[in-house]
């Protein structure tokens, strides 16, 4: 990830509006922090931010006194701050899709004993808002605001199925990264794949995503006029599946749909 000192030379204006630097690289940095796996150096920051270090510096310290960004023990890196779950916590908690589905999900997890997911479309990944948690000791679990690419997921690809191909093409990169031996990466095959998502009305993760881990997901259609953005998915693991619990399973997805957008 770049971002040039440059850059805002190019920004188109927005709704007449000049966007504003400062903003765009407290932006940039708080996704950048959000993303990463462990804290991360400044050197880290002017590197792959590509900020002049002095801002970067002026930038982390404004972040760190008000509470978005925490250094570690060392004073040396940096992670966000509790500011940041504050913020993402209340925007599960006001959305409106969440309060819908709570109960169903609630009740359907209960009732299978298997983890059941929640979540969005944002640009090509899918954005995980809501789980309820398998009962069972092996499962696998995705934290709400955990992203994964849309076309290694079963709930990406039920809402992709939903959109024309160009629009699933452009957002696939040029070169699609495998997540599993088990990852469609071939257009073709995709293209196929998403088709037969549209025949039988839901689509599956056949261990694309994770290795033992088999999804059943399906869009959730709320009306709008446009594509649906959310979708709604049981996360099994193999282990606990025969061809009989898959169709049972398949078929309570598909009810708890139903009443989520009834």
Same mark, same amino acid.
């Given at each position: 990830?770049?971002?040039? %000192? ?8 927005? @709704? ?14 708080? %996704? ?28 982390? #310290? ?11 023990? @060392?004073?040396?890196?940096? +992670? ?19 309060? +819908? /589905?709570?109960?169903? #999900? ?6 299978? !004993? ?5 979540? +969005? ?9 809501? @789980? ?12 709400? !605001?955990?992203?994964? &690419?849309?076309? /290694? ?8 199925? %939903? ?8 957002? #696939?990169?040029?070169?699609?990264? $495998? +997540? @599993? ?10 293209? /196929? ?9 839901? $689509? ?14 399906? $869009? ?6 446009? &594509? ?8 099994? &693991?193999?282990?606990?599946?025969? &061809? ?7 078929? /309570? ?10």
């Amino acid at each position: 990830m770049e971002l040039s %000192e440059g850059r805002d030379a190019e920004t188109p204006q927005v @709704t007449g509006v000049r966007p504003v630097k400062s903003a765009e690289r407290a932006i940039a940095l708080l %996704e950048y922090l959000s993303a990463a796996d462990t804290p991360r150096s400044l050197r880290d920051i002017t590197s792959d931010l590509g900020f002049p270090r002095a801002s970067a510096y002026a930038l982390l #310290m404004t972040l760190v006194h008000s509470g978005w960004v925490d250094p570690d023990v @060392t004073g040396s890196r940096y +992670r966000l701050g509790i500011r940041a779950l504050r913020v993402g916590a209340s925007y599960v908690e006001h959305d409106d899709v969440v309060r +819908r /589905a709570q109960r169903v #999900m609630d009740e359907i997890s209960q009732e299978w !004993g298997e983890t059941v997911h929640l979540a +969005r479309l944002d640009a090509h990944e899918i954005v995980y808002l809501a @789980t309820c948690i398998s009962r069972h000791s092996l499962a696998v679990v995705s934290r709400p !605001g955990r992203r994964l &690419p849309c076309w /290694a997921t079963g709930l990406g690809k039920a809402l992709l199925a %939903e959109r024309p191909w160009e629009e699933t093409e452009a957002l #696939m990169p040029e070169t699609v990264p $495998a +997540r @599993t031996p088990h990852t469609i990466t071939d257009r073709a095959r995709m293209r /196929a794949e998403l088709e037969r998502v549209r025949e039988r009305g839901y $689509a599956i993760d056949e261990q694309e995503s994770t290795v033992g881990l088999r999804c059943f997901a399906v $869009a959730l259609d709320f009306g709008g006029g446009g &594509p649906p953005k959310e979708a709604l998915s049981f996360s099994v &693991p193999i282990v606990r599946l025969d &061809p009989e619990r898959e169709r049972d399973i398949v078929r /309570a997805l598909l009810k708890a749909r139903d009443r989520i957008v009834r």
